[in-house]
Nanobody, 115 residues
Framework: QVQLVESGGGLVQPGGSLRLSCAAS????????MGWYRQAPGKQRELVAT???????NYADSVKGRFTISRDNAEKTVFLQMNSLKPEDTAVYYC?????????WGQGTQVTVSS
């Protein structure tokens, strides 16, 4: 069955870095647009970054220049490198895979930025 399993979240101080990983299985990973979304308490889920099968990226304005999305098709894994983290980056981060009408989500991983 389809699975997206995130890892790498945790507690980090402002200005610090984290690298999230999402291991995929059960679908043709290489043809999917993979992405990261986040949801802070009391807010709607929002796009963080996406990466198409052709290598095109899209970032939320709030993370441009600080976050980098990448993928390893051989390992069926998508990454989110997060640098210069801010308290407002605190949220549950979700991995997403999309292809035509198919849309898959992971269970989420908590990222907390606090001193």
């Amino acid at each position: 069955q389809v699975q997206l399993v995130e890892s790498g979240g945790g507690l980090v101080q402002p200005g610090g870095s984290l690298r999230l990983s999402c291991a995929a299985s059960g679908f043709s990973f290489s043809i999917y647009t993979m992405g990261w979304y986040r949801q802070a308490p009391g807010k709607q889920r929002e796009l963080v970054a996406t990466l198409t099968s052709g290598g095109s990226t899209n970032y939320a304005d709030s993370v441009k220049g600080r976050f980098t999305i990448s993928r390893d098709n051989a390992e069926k894994t998508v990454f989110l490198q997060m640098n210069s983290l801010k308290p407002e980056d605190t949220a549950v981060y979700y991995c997403n895979g999309k292809f035509k009408v198919r849309n898959y989500w992971g269970q989420g991983t908590q990222v907390t930025v606090s001193s």
